[in-house]
């Protein structure tokens, strides 16, 4: 079973900020927090993961709460084609990828 | 260059029949995966392959077999498909442990359909 909890879904309007939430309050301390994307039926796309620090690459922004209990990933101004469920994930290192139900985000025009 | 490649992309068959899924990835990753996403879009881990040796199998019924010849491949047959198996499956790759950059990449799927 998934060790995160994520809302069922969002809206975001384009152009601006989505922010979406991630709890995982039983993760351990060398577990990693990853977020993924499934664009309509297509395969998961990686976004960003991290340990503790916050994150940032080309695609998004990794917020990790100090007691690593829950995350907030960030896309810095959200376009139509950014509307897919997004997939919040603990996992230690050799582990599988355990998916949940994840946030479908609905970015607005 | 598609990095991790799954075919067919489509599959439609009658229940009873054997088939296979093929997967491939050239990012010199060392584990492969098999997810299945069902109707209702929940993606479950079906079987991990690390260096050709099977390393998770879940609840999965032993109608369904990996299969890898190498590193680069891991092929899924299904035998006595049944109309349940219809759903989409995912190929996945990632680098093993010891390593910063363990992400997973992910086919595009095989959208399967028993009739």
């Known amino acids: 079973d998934a060790k995160t909890t994520q809302p069922t879904s969002m809206d975001c309007a384009e152009g601006r900020a989505a922010n979406l939430p991630c709890n995982h309050s039983?993760?351990?301390?060398?577990?990693?927090v990853y977020w993924y994307r499934q664009i309509h039926s297509q395969g998961p796309q990686y976004i960003i993961h991290?340990?503790?620090n916050n994150e940032t690459n080309e695609m998004a922004s990794l917020i990790i709460t100090e007691d690593r209990k829950s995350s907030t990933l960030i896309l810095p101004h959200a376009t139509l084609r950014d509307t897919a469920v997004y997939y919040c994930?603990?996992?230690?290192?050799?582990?599988?990828?355990?998916f949940g139900p994840g946030t479908r985000l609905s970015v607005l025009p | 260059d598609t990095a991790v490649s799954q075919t067919p992309k489509y599959l439609v068959t009658q229940m009873g029949n054997d088939k296979s899924i093929k997967c491939e990835q050239n990012?010199?990753?060392?584990?492969m995966y098999w997810y299945k996403q069902d109707s209702k879009k929940f993606l479950k881990i079906m079987f991990s392959?690390?260096?050709?040796?099977?390393?998770i199998n879940e609840t999965v019924p032993n109608r369904f077999s990996p299969k890898s010849p190498d590193k680069a491949h891991l092929n899924l047959h299904i035998n006595s498909l049944e109309l349940g198996d219809s759903a989409v499956y995912f190929c996945?790759?990632?680098?093993?442990?010891?390593?910063?950059?363990?992400?997973?990449?992910f086919g595009q799927g095989t959208r399967l359909t028993v009739v």
């Open positions: 996945a790759s990632s680098k093993g442990q010891g390593t910063t950059n363990t992400e997973a990449f």
């Open positions: 039983t993760i351990s301390g060398n577990e990693y």
């Open positions: 991290g340990l503790k």
């Open positions: 994930i603990v996992r230690v290192y050799g582990q599988n990828f355990v």
């Open positions: 990012l010199g990753h060392d584990t």
């Open positions: 392959y690390n260096n050709k040796e099977l390393i």
